[in-house]
Nanobody, 123 residues
Framework: QVQLVETGGGMVQAGGSLRLSCTAD????????YAWFRQAPGQEREFVAA????????DYADSVRGRFTISRDNAHNTVYLQMSSLKFEDTAVYSC????????????????WGQGTQVTVSS
């Protein structure tokens, strides 16, 4: 069982930056791939970014590529999402996920989820 806790959300003006953190407890951190998903009110959950177990491979949604960066620190069991040049449409609850792979943004069976953290971008 893997427990994920996200921190770092908040309110920021458009054009600003935020860094989200996801700390994992339980399981073997380095054996999982990690991803960030987001869900805005009234909308379906959407893929944001993913990183492989080794950190060698990353993937991004077209809407955030070039603005967001996902990274991981296996020594501290933490995954980060650095968000820059934030837009109003980035406003959502951001959730961290751990699983065997998130290739193509597909959520595999057995994925673990955090509780989410709110990001609000004011225009």
């Amino acid at each position: 069982q893997v427990q994920l806790v996200e921190t770092g959300g908040g309110m920021v003006q458009a054009g600003g930056s935020l860094r989200l953190s996801c700390t994992a407890d339980g399981g073997t951190f380095s054996s999982y791939a990690y991803a960030w998903f987001r869900q805005a009110p009234g909308q379906e959950r959407e893929f944001v970014a993913a990183i492989s177990w080794s950190g060698a491979t990353t993937d991004y949604a077209d809407s955030v590529r070039g603005r967001f960066t996902i990274s991981r620190d296996n020594a501290h069991n933490t995954v980060y999402l650095q968000m820059s040049s934030l837009k109003f449409e980035d406003t959502a609850v951001y959730s961290c996920a751990a699983g065997p792979t998130f290739r193509g943004g597909v959520i595999p069976r057995g994925t673990y989820w955090g509780q989410g953290t709110q990001v609000t971008v004011s225009s």
